[in-house]
């Protein structure tokens, strides 16, 4: 699926990280971002059966747009993945 960037992407105080699309707004919460990762070590845990142990006051400190989608760096030091925006957009909220 071809996904257009958001308009705008932002976080805030509330451990959410917010993607206004054409049609809408969309709000995600850092620790399932986090839980999430599409990165393939993290992809290879959960597949194990193990996902990454993450705590719910994790946050993205910093976000990078990357074309396709976005790489985000979060408070635990992780900044493997790259979340396609079809991606993004099929999470929903939460």
């Known amino acids: 699926m071809n996904v257009a960037a958001p308009k705008s992407i932002g976080k805030n105080d509330n451990h959410r990280l917010r993607l206004e ?3 809408g ?3 995600i919460d850092h620790a399932r971002l986090r839980r999430e ?4 070590q993290c992809q290879a845990f959960r597949l194990k059966g193990t996902p ?7 946050r993205v400190l910093e976000v990078h747009i990357q074309g396709y989608g976005v790489q985000l760096i ?5 900044q493997r993945g790259i979340y396609p925006w079809a991606y993004l957009l099929q999470m929903g909220g939460g």
Do not use: Y
Request: aromatic share 14%; with cysteine.
């Open 74 to 78: 979060f408070s635990d030091g992780h």
């Open 52 to 58: 990454p142990q993450v705590p719910e006051n994790v």
């Open 25 to 27: 707004e969309q709000w």
């Open 37 to 40: 990762c599409p990165c393939s």
């Open 21 to 23: 699309w054409a049609d």
